[in-house]
């Protein structure tokens, strides 16, 4: 290797040249150094792991706790089961010994880098014979890959596999499914005597005729987007517990066809959601219906006659045993659907002007309301809502087994799209209606909460017996 003759002179433009030569020499000399003592350390690294693993406290757990841990990791991810059978071969061995877990199939192809419908048919294979969970998109059933074209970064192509072939295949192991209308039409004639729990997302062709024959064992059925067909007098219907209903628009042929469905359905019902035109001006009929086992009622009036304080509704419920009624109806009155009233124990709804008639009231729930202008959702006036609240309570008569109120507040969206001097005021104004609350009612906790937890008996905690992924619907289906 080449050396300076006199360090202390100045180089000459060759000898520069020899000393960057020399410098580069020095550097690749370090670096096989570096990758010899890689190359020795790599082998060493995995006998320490391996010596650890032997040692880990997590060998000594039975099989049988194995199994546990592993039937709960779904709720972490719905992959989990493919990334347990990667860990080591006992794992391996455990959770192909699981056919259990392997039987809740979430298939996520919204996302680019991921394309879960290829585990849909190793799922299928491994949780036999055990009943299936199925979960599909809401979108289009496409998937995402790279394309060729170098002008688009990514292009959509079908689904790999014939969906509609598989759930006909194995709908005799399906318990509960989630599909768009328009796979559903592919097999209308095509029975399900197991699925307990249906949730149609996306509009069907052709309205779904759910009879006994066809789903015997039906139980819970989600179909806000999808309209239902009545069948003619004597039909036996599939005996329904939990109901979400889109009611028709009044330009739609048959738009009283969820009327039907609802008379057929009622005296199964034990919780029912309907979201629609519910009230006219003036009304052409009005259908009183009468549900002995109802405990929960959700309305959402979302069409025009919202904005009418003299519409009257088409439909009145009458529901002795109703415990849980939620409503987000602005303009209407509570008792114009229904006056069952003496039993509700929980009640959430942004108008309470009638408050007072709910004598068995022991939680209310204060929610966000629609500003009718955006797509967002508002605190509807903090303050003179809240004054006007206090004015109701100050009463001790006005629901005297009160327990609590929950104030629902969007925290984000006070402070990104109001400023925080509206946050700040939205706070002090809880704070007020609290301390004068407990002067009058010491016994009413106040709270302030970022989400509101579901009302007994409604649909939200009674959707699946799974731990998921049936327990966490994407906003976007309902």
Avoid at 307 to 318: D, K
Wanted: proline share 7%.
């Amino acid at each position: 290797m080449w050396t300076p003759a006199d360090p202390d002179a100045l180089p000459s433009q060759s000898e520069i040249e020899h000393t960057r030569e020399a410098i580069q020499q020095l550097q690749n000399a370090i670096q096989d150094i570096l990758e010899q003592a890689r190359l020795r350390i790599v082998p060493l690294e995995k006998e320490i792991a391996a010596r650890q693993g032997w040692i880990a406290p997590v060998r000594k757990l039975p099989v049988e706790i194995l199994t546990e841990i592993f039937l709960y990791s779904r709720a972490v991810s719905e992959l989990s089961p493919v990334t347990i059978s990667e860990v080591c071969r006992l794992w391996r061995r455990v959770i192909l010994a699981t056919p259990q877990a392997w039987t809740l199939i979430y298939l996520r192809t919204e996302e680019h880098d991921r394309d879960d419908t290829q585990y849909l048919t190793t799922f299928i294979e491994r949780s036999d014979p055990y009943p299936l969970h199925l979960w599909t998109p809401m979108d289009r059933f496409t998937i995402m890959e790279d394309s060729d074209d170098s002008g688009s970064s990514w292009v959509e192509r079908d689904a790999p596999f014939p969906l509609s072939r598989l759930v006909v295949s194995h709908r005799n192991r399906i318990t509960c499914l989630s599909i768009r209308g328009e796979e559903l039409d592919k097999y209308m004639r095509k029975s399900f005597p197991n699925l307990t729990s249906l949730f149609v997302v996306d509009q069907a062709e052709s309205p779904l005729f759910f009879t006994r024959d066809r789903f015997p064992r039906l139980t819970y059925l989600h179909a806000w987007y999808c309209g239902l067909r009545p069948g003619p007098v004597g039909t036996q219907y599939s005996p329904l517990q939990y109901l979400f209903i889109y009611t028709n628009d009044e330009e739609e042929e048959n738009s009283d066809d969820w009327l039907r469905i609802l008379e057929a359905c009622s005296a199964t019902l034990k919780g029912l959601a309907i979201r629609g035109q519910l009230f006219e001006e003036p009304p052409t009929f009005t259908t009183e219906i009468r549900f002995p086992m109802l405990t929960y009622l959700f309305v959402d009036e979302f069409l025009d006659s919202r904005n009418s304080v003299t519409a009257l509704p088409t439909f009145y419920a009458i529901a002795p045993n109703l415990v849980s009624y939620e409503t987000l109806i602005k303009v209407n009155s509570t008792v114009a659907l229904h006056d069952n009233v003496r039993n509700v124990q929980y009640l959430r709804a942004s108008i309470f002007s009638d408050i007072a008639i709910y004598s068995s009231l022991r939680i209310f729930q204060l929610p966000l309301v629609n500003d009718e202008s955006e797509d967002t959702w508002v605190l509807d006036a903090p303050s003179p809502t809240l004054t006007t609240l206090l004015d109701l309570l100050m009463d001790s008569n006005t629901c005297p087994l009160l327990e609590s109120i929950d104030i629902l507040e969007n925290v984000d969206l006070l402070r990104e799209e109001y400023g925080e001097s509206l946050y700040e005021w939205h706070q002090r104004s809880i704070r007020a209606f609290e301390d004068r609350l407990y002067d009058h009612r010491p016994l009413v906790t106040v709270r302030s909460v970022t989400k509101l937890s579901d009302l007994p008996g409604s649909l939200e905690s009674v959707r699946c017996n799974a731990e998921m992924p049936c327990q966490r619907i994407p906003r976007a289906y309902v």
